[in-house]
């Protein structure tokens, strides 16, 4: 069913410090400061690629082609931490926002949940 997901924000901070690496490798100068930010920001999205896992706060939009058949939507990329809003279009082709009263997230699980309360159901 899922059709897509994008990060829209990317993280704005790395899991380790420029002084970090360079204290661990024993890099005094700043020479090589723009290779290793570069090669800090392409190890943490190699382990996040390889884990199926967000290390570190961003955003995304995740895209289905239709309405799931059960209750709930698990949504990739643990761990959750809210969700803005789900939308859809309807049948005129206009950009709705499903109401945030009919749904729950559960971010405690992993993956996360978007969850039908009772007595709701998917436009």
């Known amino acids: 069913m899922p059709n897509g997901l994008q990060q829209t924000t990317a993280p704005t901070s790395e899991p380790l410090t420029l002084t970090q ?3 661990h490798l024993r890099i005094d100068d700043t020479n090589s400061d723009d290779e290793l930010t570069l090669l800090l920001a392409a190890a943490r999205a190699h382990v996040e690629t390889r884990t199926n896992r967000q290390l570190m706060r961003a955003t995304y939009t995740m895209t289905f082609d239709r309405w799931p058949s059960g209750n709930e939507i698990a949504l990739r990329m643990p761990p959750l931490e809210s969700v803005t809003s789900v939308t859809y279009y309807d049948e005129n082709e206009a950009s709705q926002t499903f ?3 009919k749904y729950h997230v ?6 996360g949940r978007v969850v039908l309360v009772d007595d709701e159901s998917w436009p």
Request: negative net charge; proline residues 8%.
């Open 106 to 111: 559960d971010t405690a699980t992993e993956p």
């Open 21 to 23: 690496v360079k204290n």
């Open 99 to 101: 109401a945030s009263s």
